[in-house]
C-alpha cells in the first residue's frame, strides 16, 4: 500500500512530498516513510500512522521507519507519541526507526524513548519486538 500527498501546483507544495509504504509481516506491520512531515502534511501523517496503528493486531509491533524522511517536524514526533500511547493500550509496541542521527538525538533529548521504543534499523526493531512464530523477517 502506498500513500501520498498531492497538492496543485499553485498550493505551495512539491507533488509526493510525503510518500510510505505500508508493509504487513504476520503481526507486525512496517511503515517505511519518505520525503518530509510537516505543517502543510500532519493530517496526512496522522491519518497514515493511526490507519496502520489500526491494521496492526497484538503484539504487533507497529514500526514507524522514518529514515527516508528529509524533515520531520515537531508534530511528527507528537502523533507518534499519540498513537504509542493507543498502540499501548491494545498490547502493541509502536517503534520509530531511523538511523539518521539528528533523530537520535530529538528523542534522547526530548526523553521520547520512555513512552516510545526507538531503534536504528528495522531489523533492531523487530528482534526487540515480541513476535508471533509466523512472522517471516526476511520480507
Do not use: Y
Amino acid at each position: 500500500m502506498v500513500f501520498g500527498l498531492q497538492r496543485k501546483p499553485d498550493g505551495g507544495e512539491r507533488a509526493g512530498r510525503l510518500r510510505a509504504v505500508v508493509e504487513q509481516r504476520g503481526s507486525a506491520c512496517l511503515v517505511h516513510a519518505q520525503g518530509a512531515v510537516d505543517a502543510a502534511n500532519l493530517g496526512v501523517w496522522h491519518g497514515l500512522v493511526a490507519g496502520a496503528a489500526a491494521g496492526t493486531t497484538a503484539p504487533g509491533p507497529l514500526i514507524v521507519d522514518a529514515g527516508g524522511l528529509e524533515f520531520m517536524g515537531v508534530g511528527a514526533f507528537a502523533v507518534l507519541l499519540e498513537e504509542s500511547a493507543r498502540c499501548r493500550a491494545r498490547g502493541i509496541t509502536l517503534h520509530l526507526v531511523s538511523s539518521q542521527p539528528v533523530v537520535a538525538r530529538v528523542v534522547a533529548a526530548t526523553g521520547l524513548e520512555r513512552d516510545l521504543a526507538f531503534s536504528p534499523t528495522v531489523d533492531e526493531a523487530l528482534a526487540a519486538a515480541p513476535l508471533r512464530a509466523d512472522i517471516d523477517h526476511h520480507g
